[in-house]
């Protein structure tokens, strides 16, 4: 008596059945694992082209408030060597102080201008740099609303 158990044995139909499936199983996987990295490629492409729109955007906006900033250095600096100019020639204290008082005057008169007009440069820096963000969200959100509804 032999203690080996009988394995039932597989016709030859049944293994190509068998192996068949296994093939079309590994096929389905290979092409949605290919799918979800076409899908995971195609947002991460949309991520670098909304960074790269609100770079350049902010980049954009900056340079407008360094250059601005740069005038108004310009413009204060070019104020005071005039004020300068003004006050060295005074002979008469009275003079000098009227003329120091209106300098500041005028000069806090400017700032708060100029103060006011980087202020507006820094909001379009702000609104502009989240804009691609904002039409990203969205576009995502409404698509998301999309699918939830069919």
């Known amino acids: 008596m032999s203690s080996k158990k009988a394995k039932p044995e597989m016709n030859t139909e049944t293994q190509a059945q068998m192996a068949n499936q296994v093939a079309d199983f590994a096929q ?48 204060n600096m070019n104020a005071a060597f005039a004020f300068a100019r ?17 300098f500041f005057k005028d000069q806090a008169e400017a700032m708060q201008r100029q103060a006011t007009e980087l202020n507006e440069l820094s909001v379009a820096l702000a609104k502009e740099s989240l804009k691609p963000v904002q039409e990203s969200v969205n576009k995502s959100f409404g698509s998301l609303s999309k699918a939830m509804a069919a």
């Open 28 to 75: 389905k996987t290979v092409d949605q694992a290919q799918a979800a990295f076409e899908k995971v490629s195609e947002v991460a492409h949309g991520n670098v082209q909304l960074i790269d729109a609100a770079a350049n955007a902010y980049k954009n906006r900056l340079t407008d408030i360094q250059l601005k900033t740069m005038e108004f250095a310009q413009l």
């Open 86 to 102: 003004k006050f060295v020639a005074v002979r008469d204290p009275a003079e000098a102080m009227t003329l120091n008082q209106s």
